[in-house]
T-cell receptor, first 112, second 113 residues
Framework: GQQLNQSPQSMFIQEGEDVSMNCTSS?????WLWYKQEPGEGPVLLIA?????ELTSNGRLTAQFGITRKDSFLNISASIPSDVGIYFC????????????FGKGTLLTVNP | DSGVTQTPKHLITATGQRVTLRCSPR?????VYWYQQSLDQGLQFLIQ???????AKGNILERFSAQQFPDLHSELNLSSLELGDSALYFC????????????FGNGTRLTVT
């Protein structure tokens, strides 16, 4: 099946640092999404990307849909302790349903 | 709060047993999706229902089944449970059959002993 390679697996950073994570695939996708999951909760949608080359921001978060449609990255600027969590990339399968395939996630720890 | 409600929050049961997980979608959402999250497999799509009908199937075992009722809530039934079925089970809902983002519930943590 479809596989997404998400890296890094984990990151330990100091508060105030910038963070970058990315996701690649061997297949082309038309929708890339980034979710965040905090302990005891379900994934929450952060950013959705629908067009190759698209760069979208949500506060301190910026994500880009790669021009080849096979990759995406997420940047977090000036990290704060509440950024802690697992960040997942996801792609939408084609067709009329909204089935998502998720990457394995990046665990982010922010030291105050 | 995503508006998606899942019960129970935690479930502990023995191998060979059967359990039912329940999901109430966000008000107005017609689509319900079930996902399994485990440490080794990550988030895996199981099955989708739209307005009561099965729409898409993922890596769902034959021992697992689901349905969506007329009031749009959904249940995921897991039978002949094995140790490897221990995982977090998430329900998500969306407004339409496709093209609208998924909103996830907080999951049911299933432990099979």
């Amino acid at each position: 099946g479809q596989q997404l390679n998400q890296s890094p697996q984990s990151m330990f950073i100091q508060e105030g640092e910038d963070v970058s994570m990315n996701c690649t695939s061997s297949s082309i996708f038309n929708t890339w999404l980034w979710y965040k999951q905090e302990p005891g909760e379900g994934p929450v949608l952060l950013i959705a990307l629908y067009k190759a080359g698209e760069l979208t921001s949500n506060g301190r978060l910026t994500a880009q849909f790669g021009i080849t449609r096979k990759d995406s990255f997420l940047n977090i600027s000036a990290s704060i302790p509440s950024d802690v969590g697992i960040y997942f990339c996801a792609v939408r399968s084609g067709g009329s349903n909204y089935k998502l395939t998720f990457g394995k996630g990046t665990l982010l720890t922010v030291n105050p | 709060d995503s508006g998606v409600t899942q019960t129970p929050k935690h479930l502990i049961t023995a191998t060979g047993q059967r359990v039912t997980l329940r999901c109430s979608p966000r008000s107005g959402d017609l689509s319900v999706y079930w996902y399994q999250q485990s440490l080794d497999q990550g988030l895996q799509f199981l099955i989708q229902y739209y307005n009561g009908e099965e729409r898409a199937k993922g890596n769902i075992l034959e021992r697992f089944s689901a349905q969506q009722f007329p009031d749009l809530h959904s249940e995921l039934n897991l039978s002949s449970l094995e140790l490897g079925d221990s995982a977090l089970y998430f329900c998500a809902s969306s407004a339409r059959d496709g093209g609208s983002p998924l909103h996830f519930g907080n999951g049911t943590r299933l432990t099979v002993t």
